[in-house]
């Protein structure tokens, strides 16, 4: 398991390799892949980033197989460990295009959504898992989603946890681009190397004129997370999705 760096041009692309977990991050890999983003954004040679998944799948979120029973204080940690990355992402002061093939899920599409733009392959898969395993969603999903759908979809997917093919997501305006499975990679290089030769600095300038368009911001939002992540982490649907998942079977939910 690792976190791939790769130069073409003034094109980085970082690539989660975990094909195995369908490139699930447990806590190191997270770790690892804010300090990769950040190499990157502090490098001048580089005006676009890729980001993208080893394999069949893009993200399919936290590694569930990872986690333990913690307390609220350890919960908290990893939640502030998360947001880190999230923001570091979001903030990237140049332009950074998810390039999703197979599965973005749970905080895998919140790592996708925290990008500037996103290129599907036609066997991309979206989804809100969270509730599937007893939690609500993180990594800043709802925000994001609810900025770009509003509340009514947003909280559709949410609440269904159902899978949104690539689609439906280009025609919510949840991908910017569907391609063929094979062209990825290419496509995804080319619109990046088409970003790289723009003015960086107007890009970045831009971008943040969409992040303080937006009310609350993600700071704001991301301190409400860390509020209720970690007392969702206690609650018994919560270790009964964790073990259904586990057990491959479907969870019998008691709403406490």
């Known amino acids: 398991m690792s976190i791939d760096l790769a130069q073409q041009g003034a094109v980085a692309t970082i690539t989660m390799n975990a094909p195995g977990r369908r490139n ?3 806590f190191e890999l997270r770790g690892r892949l804010r300090e990769v983003l950040e190499g990157v954004n502090n490098d001048a040679s580089v005006r676009a980033v890729i980001l993208t ?11 569930v197989e990872a986690m333990t029973s913690s307390g609220l204080q350890e919960s908290r ?4 460990h998360s947001h880190a990355l999230i923001r ?5 002061e140049k332009p950074v295009i998810a390039a999703v093939r197979g599965h973005a899920v749970g905080f895998g599409w919140s790592l996708a959504l ?18 599937k395993i007893g939690l609500a969603p993180d990594g800043g999903a709802v925000y994001f989603l609810q900025r770009n759908l509003g509340q009514a979809r947003a909280k559709e997917l949410v609440y269904s946890a159902r899978m949104v093919g690539a689609a439906e997501a280009l025609s919510l305006g949840l991908a910017n ?27 970045v300038m831009a971008k943040r004129m969409f992040e303080t368009g937006s009310s609350p911001g993600l700071d704001q939002f991301l301190e409400t997370e860390v509020l209720i992540q970690p007392q969702m982490k206690q609650t018994l649907d919560h270790q009964e999705g964790t073990l259904a998942f586990r057990e491959k079977r479907a969870p019998r939910f008691v709403g406490s």
């Open 24 to 26: 699930a991050l447990n």
């Open 53 to 63: 998944g080893a394999g069949v799948g893009f993200c399919a979120g936290a590694d």
């Open 77 to 80: 940690a990893r939640m502030l």
């Open 88 to 92: 570091t992402l979001y903030r990237m």
């Open 114 to 131: 925290a990008c500037d733009m996103v290129i599907a392959s036609e066997t991309a898969k979206f989804s809100q898992i969270f509730t």
């Open 177 to 203: 681009r569907v391609v063929k499975d094979e062209e990825l990679g290419e496509q995804a290089q080319a619109w990046a190397a088409e970003l790289a030769a723009a003015p960086t600095f107007a890009l």
